[in-house]
């Protein structure tokens, strides 16, 4: 990739006005910041447990980063803001990335992580928009993200809003019929204002995905039901920003999706490498080596 100078989106990052053009070096180094300090904020959240989806959770914070710090429009004082592009989890026990994201993105206080999970914290394991501030829908059965993003979408456009909503699901979802639905409504409808991002670690609850229900040929797949399809790898931060950039310029009436390929444990040798598992147990004297490894990983 060729340092070259790439104006950020122009609609203003965090609702204010439009930030001044960044180098794409700049655009690029303040996202990987980002991303070590979440995966960080992922380590101790998942000790605080003991356990978690901080496989999961590690793989896509190149992802959030990129979202939040170069991306998404919201005001972080104000997570019910009007204007504000709508990030909807549908994978409701990624929030543990989610949470670490909206820290970074100073809607939460990253004191406030410490009590992750715990009893009557507004940070649960499974996402639930009705205790944390930032997060648009509650998890739960998965593949129920992309038909509340469409009707969410289609609203907006009638309001005369032109906030963006982006619907954050797994390749495990793409299992889902009603997710399929969706996305042909979506481009029924010419939602332009919609981009999906879709994480494909190729693991799911009940094992490999390729295993349970294969998923292949997704950007053809998503190509015939109408949307513009680019697939990246998720784990390479300036190859995030040049798609996203790319997506910005599909036709103004067609939804978009980011397939986004991650590694479980990203950043952490020792989680990267063992036996992957949906639900992650790290012994207690493991979440120390997680940090050292992850600060000599970035060195």
């Known amino acids: 990739m060729t340092e070259q100078t790439v104006h950020p989106v122009p609609r203003g990052v965090r609702g204010h006005a439009e930030p001044a053009p960044a180098s794409w070096q700049e655009r690029v180094s303040t996202v990987a910041a980002s991303a070590h300090r ?3 904020h992922i380590i101790d959240m998942g000790e605080a447990q003991g356990q978690g989806y901080v496989g999961q959770a590690l793989g896509v914070t190149d992802l959030l980063a990129a979202v939040y710090r170069d991306q998404l429009r919201y005001h972080p004082e104000d997570p019910h803001w009007p204007g504000r592009d709508r990030f909807l989890l549908s994978i409701g026990h990624y929030a543990i990335a989610l949470y670490a994201a909206l820290a970074e993105a100073g809607v939460l206080e ?3 992580l410490a009590t992750y999970g715990a009893d009557e914290s507004r940070l649960p394991m499974s996402g639930m928009a009705s205790y944390t501030p930032g997060m648009e829908i ?4 998965l593949g129920h993200g992309l ?4 009707g969410m979408a289609l609203g907006l456009r009638h309001r005369g809003n032109d ?3 982006y619907n954050f699901l797994s390749d495990g979802e793409l299992n889902e019929g009603a997710t399929w639905e969706a996305a042909m409504g979506a481009a ?21 995905t390729a295993s349970v229900l294969s998923v292949d040929a997704l950007v053809e797949k998503w190509q015939a039901f109408g949307w513009h399809a680019v697939r990246v790898d998720g784990n390479d931060i300036a190859e995030l920003l040049h798609a996203f950039d790319r997506l910005r310029d599909c036709e103004e ?3 978009r999706v980011l397939l986004c390929d991650t590694t479980i444990g990203k950043g952490v040798p020792l989680l990267e490498n063992r036996e992957r598992a949906h639900f992650m147990r790290v012994d207690e ?11 000599g990983s970035a060195r």
Do not use: F, K, T, Y
Not at 138 to 141: F, I, L, N, T
Not at 194 to 206: H, P, R, S
Not at 285 to 295: N, V
């Open 147 to 150: 038909p509340v993003a469409v």
């Open 110 to 112: 990253v004191e406030e």
């Open 253 to 255: 009436r067609q939804p």
């Open 138 to 141: 509650s998890g739960g059965s």
């Open 285 to 295: 004297h493991e979440w120390q080596i997680a940090r050292e490894q992850l600060d």
């Open 38 to 40: 979440m995966r960080h």
């Open 163 to 165: 906030a963006l909503v």
């Open 188 to 208: 029924h409808h010419g939602l332009g204002n919609l981009v999906a991002v879709v994480d494909i670690n190729a693991l799911q609850a009940d094992g490999p």
